[in-house]
């Protein structure tokens, strides 16, 4: 994911409000599953880490988008945003911006 792609999805996540939270039991694999199905249907996510999660945010972000399949777009204090594009290119919701053509000589 380039730089212009990752800032596009963040400008998206502004408006987005954390759809799950990890609380003292961290991430289980009911979580990672109702993960996964969150993103396959809207691609771009948000999910709060409560204060009593033993886990970091950071830790948890990478975690869950290894697990997942999925990208972490950023991490901004208890708060994870996490992106994946749907499988079927005909549902697809988020068009990210083009990578760029100039190669770096």
Partial sequence: M???QRSYL???AMNLEPIFQFGKTGLTPENTQ???EALEKRELIKISVLKNCMDKPDDLA???AERTHSEVVQVIGK???LYKPA???KKRKIELPKESK???E
Avoid: H, M, N
Wanted: proline share 0%; hydrophobic share 40%; net charge positive.
């Fill in 2 to 4: 380039t730089s212009k």
């Fill in 10 to 12: 963040k400008g998206l």
């Fill in 34 to 36: 109702a993960i996964a």
């Fill in 62 to 64: 990478r975690t869950v």
């Fill in 79 to 81: 708060k994870i945003v």
């Fill in 87 to 89: 499988k079927d290119e």
């Fill in 102 to 104: 100039k190669k770096a």
